[in-house]
């Protein structure tokens, strides 16, 4: 796989079996997600309401026609900042097969660019302390662990 | 101060004046905020950009008339967790003169109804590591810090 072949856009429907696959094929998505066939209707809601909002953007990056990694962007106006818009990663994987060789990186480095395009002074992200390397790996790229992140399951 | 008197409400254009001052009023606000007469124009903007958006909701805690805590919820629709709704709090200040009387609690709580309601399956927010206090704070009320939260200036 050449890195320099690696296109990036966002994704349409026909890519969602696919992005489900990717979520669902790593240590802690296995637990949570549902891949099956057909896909529960629950993620078809998702992808229409993302779809539907101009302020959140979910991305897939292709070598040739096959999907290798998906994130989606969450743009956010704040009153704090001085009315500074935000942006938030989320969901960032690669596909199995291509791991460690950079796609991960390509695909956060494009969220940034992104990020700036759209007039965000920050881009953020929460990562689960127990992915210790995933921190690494944001860190490398030049984000502080200024913060903790909280969750309550509702 | 009966904090059973406390309401809450969407805000509107004209307590933004007050929901500055409150987030100036503040350690590490009174850096990045700038509170003057008249409001910087960013501010306004940034109002509108969350009036307009159905996932953006700013909140405030009122005494009577009086506007005595603030604090923003977006709701997002993830492709993650089965294409579940997340709730994320930010920007929560309570005025200084009723700090520690309880009122950020009940501004959280109402946060988490207000999440229930809109059918999210999570509530999260990260806070500032030079904060110790507000993350004991919000373990208190049932968050779990199993995040880094990370940030990028750009």
Same mark, same amino acid.
């Given at each position: 796989?050449?890195?320099?072949?690696?296109?990036?856009?966002?994704?349409?429907?026909?890519?969602?079996? &696919?992005?489900?696959f990717? /979520?669902?094929?790593?240590?802690?998505?296995? =637990? &949570? %997600?549902?891949? @099956? @066939?057909?896909?529960?209707?629950?993620?078809i809601?998702?992808?229409?309401?993302?779809?539907?909002?101009?302020?959140? %953007? /979910?991305?897939? #990056?292709?070598?040739?026609?096959e999907?290798?990694?998906?994130? @989606?962007?969450?743009?956010?106006p704040?009153?704090?900042?001085?009315?500074?818009?935000?942006?938030?990663?989320?969901?960032?994987?690669? #596909?199995?097969?291509?791991?460690?060789?950079?796609?991960?990186?390509?695909?956060? @480095?494009? #969220?940034?660019?992104?990020?700036?395009? &759209?007039?965000?002074?920050?881009?953020?992200?929460?990562?689960?302390?127990? &992915?210790?390397?995933?921190l =690494?790996?944001? %860190? =490398?790229?030049?984000? =502080?662990?200024?913060?903790?992140? /909280?969750?309550?399951? /509702?």
């Amino acid at each position: 796989m050449d890195t320099n072949q690696i296109t990036f856009r966002e994704a349409v429907i026909q890519d969602l079996d &696919r992005i489900v696959f990717m /979520l669902s094929d790593d240590v802690l998505g296995s =637990k &949570r %997600e549902q891949y @099956q @066939q057909p896909l529960p209707e629950s993620y078809i809601t998702a992808f229409q309401s993302i779809a539907a909002d101009p302020n959140n %953007e /979910l991305i897939v #990056a292709c070598s040739g026609e096959e999907i290798i990694g998906v994130q @989606q962007i969450t743009f956010t106006p704040f009153i704090t900042h001085r009315g500074g818009w935000r942006a938030t990663i989320e969901g960032v994987r690669t #596909a199995s097969k291509v791991r460690g060789k950079g796609v991960g990186s390509l695909l956060i @480095q494009w #969220a940034i660019e992104r990020s700036k395009e &759209r007039g965000c002074h920050m881009v953020q992200l929460t990562t689960d302390k127990k &992915r210790p390397e995933a921190l =690494k790996f944001y %860190e =490398k790229l030049g984000f =502080k662990a200024s913060h903790e992140g /909280l969750k309550m399951q /509702l």
